[in-house]
């Protein structure tokens, strides 16, 4: 007699689209979805779903095992949540051989918002240049971005640390300005900093000083490098015999 076997030694396609596709946090619940992965051969016979507190999947991070779907159906399996705890999540499929799949993205439950722990500008400050204004930010998973405004205006962001935005202080009229700060995390929560006050109040800038070439020093070549300090934030003309020679920017800091 003739036995004819098969053998499938290909694992499942990896889950590439899980997500938290609701919350309710009143409930304590979330729901977590995605589509059914295929398999080349024997069929997807399960799925191993995996949670973690600190985005790491390894041997002691809890599962649990699902029956599978047919290809390209949405599965969705409620998890429990609380407000105080981000979870992540993420998913293997298996075969009837017994084949596993890569391990899907993670998906993240995060209630959590960012916290705005500085910002280097007091409230009630008099500003007479340029600011640099930078923010301390944290958040328990990530800080996404920090966005700032003025009198309402969003004005710049930051998406990397530590998040700073230059305020053109010539831009705006002597007076009365607020800033404020807004965080967020990579899933969207937002954390809003009180608001900030400065007076802007433009004064001349200190006179700018030479420091080579020195006071009646004698050249015999036709061009030489002139060096001095000046204010930061400033235009510095160059004049020579009165006639201007160019103009040069002193960065901030």
């Given amino acids: 007699s003739v036995v004819s076997a098969a053998i499938d030694a290909f694992p499942p396609l990896a889950v ?6 609701a919350v309710r946090l009143a409930q304590g619940q979330a729901d977590i979805a995605w589509t059914a992965p295929s398999d080349d051969f024997s069929g997807v016979a399960r799925y191993f779903f995996f949670t ?3 985005n790491v999947f390894g041997a002691n991070t809890s599962s649990a095992a699902i029956a599978a779907l047919p290809p390209g159906s949405t599965v969705t399996l409620t998890v429990s949540v609380t407000a105080d705890r981000a979870l992540f999540f993420a ?10 799949s890569a391990i899907s993205n993670t998906a993240v439950f995060d209630p959590i918002p960012p916290s705005i722990t500085s910002i280097n500008l007091a409230d009630g400050s008099t500003l007479s240049r340029p600011r640099i204004v930078t923010v301390q930010a944290a958040d328990n998973v990530a800080v996404r971005d920090v966005v700032f405004s003025i009198d309402g205006v969003i004005i710049g962001a930051d998406s990397t640390f530590p998040f700073s935005f230059l305020w053109n202080t010539p831009n705006y009229p002597d007076g009365v300005h607020t800033l404020s700060v807004v965080a967020h995390d990579t899933v969207g929560n937002a954390s809003v900093s009180g608001s900030i006050t400065a007076l802007l109040n433009y004064s001349p800038p200190t006179s700018p000083v ?44």
């Fill in 16 to 21: 590439t689209d899980l997500r938290v596709s």
């Fill in 52 to 54: 973690s507190t600190i």
């Fill in 210 to 253: 030479i420091t080579s070439p020195a006071n009646g020093f004698a050249v015999n070549v036709a061009t030489i490098a002139v060096l001095g300090t000046a204010e930061p934030g400033t235009n510095v003309d160059v004049l020579v015999n009165g006639t201007a020679a160019g103009t040069v920017f002193v960065p901030i800091g």
């Fill in 91 to 100: 998913v293997k499929s298996q075969d009837n051989a017994g084949n596993l």
